[in-house]
């Protein structure tokens, strides 16, 4: 069954620095959105991209935040200049286009930053 | 107001019995529900989809929508302990984002 990867699994950063996320959507999936998940809280939603462009973002993805479908497989979010309060679970997540499809959620990366 | 609200928990059944979980949604205008399961540490897996009033069975899961009172429900039939997780309700909003509830956790006594 096909399935949303994410790497890496974990990753650890000093507050600051820059960090990289992948993720590869299911294969015939054109729509992709980024969550997150920060210790004990809900998931919330951070950007949604549909033909190589934004169509939703929440307020959390600031100038600090970007995404970028470099390829015809990978999904990245990039986070610019890392604070403490990014500390959480990203997930990444793709759908079919059509209003209201199905999102399947990959396994995450679990982001720490000292 | 919450956009997606649920009761916290934990909701404690002995094994065998029926789980109900219940979110209320502020958005009128939201077309699409769901419901996902969460383990702990893991990400959210997808149960069950509902679009249309009323109920709609997948295996032991019903998933019951009530537009007019903005009402989801998951019913659970003869729960098991694997079944011990928390409960996600989404609803689709703009941009076809998901508005999540913050979860009910759902624990299967054996």
């Known amino acids: 069954e096909p399935e949303v990867t994410q790497t890496p699994s974990h990753q650890v950063t000093q507050m600051g620095q820059e960090v990289i996320l992948r993720c590869v959507p299911i294969s015939n999936h054109l729509y992709f959105y980024w969550y997150r998940q920060i210790l004990g809280q809900k998931v919330e939603f951070l950007v949604s991209f549909y033909n190589n462009e934004i169509s939703e973002k929440s307020e959390i993805f600031d100038d600090q935040f970007s995404v970028e479908r470099p390829d015809g497989s990978n999904f990245t979010l990039k986070i610019r200049s890392t604070k403490l309060e990014d500390s959480a679970m990203y997930f990444c997540a793709s759908s079919e286009v059509r209003p209201g499809g199905t999102q399947y959620f990959g396994p995450g990366t679990r982001l720490l930053v000292l | 107001q919450k956009e997606v609200e649920q009761n916290s928990g934990p909701l404690s059944v002995p094994e065998g019995a029926i789980a109900s979980l219940n979110c209320t949604y502020s958005?009128?205008?939201?077309?699409?529900f769901f419901w996902y399961r969460q383990y702990s540490g893991k990400s959210p897996e997808l149960i069950m989809s509902i679009y249309s009033n009323g109920d709609k069975e997948d295996g032991r899961f019903t998933a019951q929508l009530n537009k007019a009172s903005q009402y989801v429900s998951l019913l659970i039939r003869d729960s098991q302990p694997s079944d011990s997780a928390t409960y996600l309700c989404a609803v689709n909003g703009r941009g076809n984002k998901l508005v999540f509830g913050a979860g009910t956790i759902l624990r299967v006594k054996s």
């Open positions: 958005d009128r205008g939201s077309q699409s």
